[in-house]
């Protein structure tokens, strides 16, 4: 783990709506299974995720409302910092920078 302690992943073609509850999925295993992951220390998973990870926003529910894609923004604090803008270019699916802009939260 502090070999590549720079090294950065980007995540693209899963959308953003699978972070979240995976993520305390993975601290809640962490916890039962601490010895699976010594070398994580007293680190959560979801703090190395979060640290080394940047998940693009395609494919985005584009048929949920703005309030619901913030409120479940809201949840977690740090997923404004993991999610980019991913357009999804060439599928038939890609979408504009503005229209994805449109449907999240102003921060």
Same mark, same amino acid.
């Not at 073609?13 to 916890?31: E, F, M, Q, R």
């Not at 979060?50 to 048929?63: D, E």
């Not at 409120?71 to 504009?96: E, H, K, N, T």
């Given at each position: ?54 998940? $693009? ?5 584009? &048929? /949920?409302?703005? *309030?619901? +894609? =913030?409120?479940?923004? #809201? ?12 357009? $999804? ?5 890609? &979408? /504009?920078?503005? *229209?994805? +802009? =449109?449907?999240?939260? #102003?921060?």
């Amino acid at each position: 783990m502090h070999r590549y302690r720079g090294l950065r992943f980007l995540v693209l073609g899963g959308g953003i709506g699978w972070i979240t509850p995976w993520l305390w999925h993975l601290d809640t295993n962490y916890k039962a299974f601490r010895y699976d992951a010594l070398w994580l220390g007293s680190t959560a998973p979801s703090t190395v995720f979060k640290r080394h990870f940047m998940v $693009g926003t395609h494919p985005l529910n584009y &048929r /949920a409302e703005a *309030e619901r +894609l =913030a409120a479940y923004l #809201a949840i977690d604090p740090d997923l404004a910092d993991m999610v980019c803008y991913a357009s $999804g270019y060439p599928d038939w699916d890609s &979408r /504009a920078p503005g *229209e994805a +802009l =449109a449907l999240l939260p #102003a921060g």
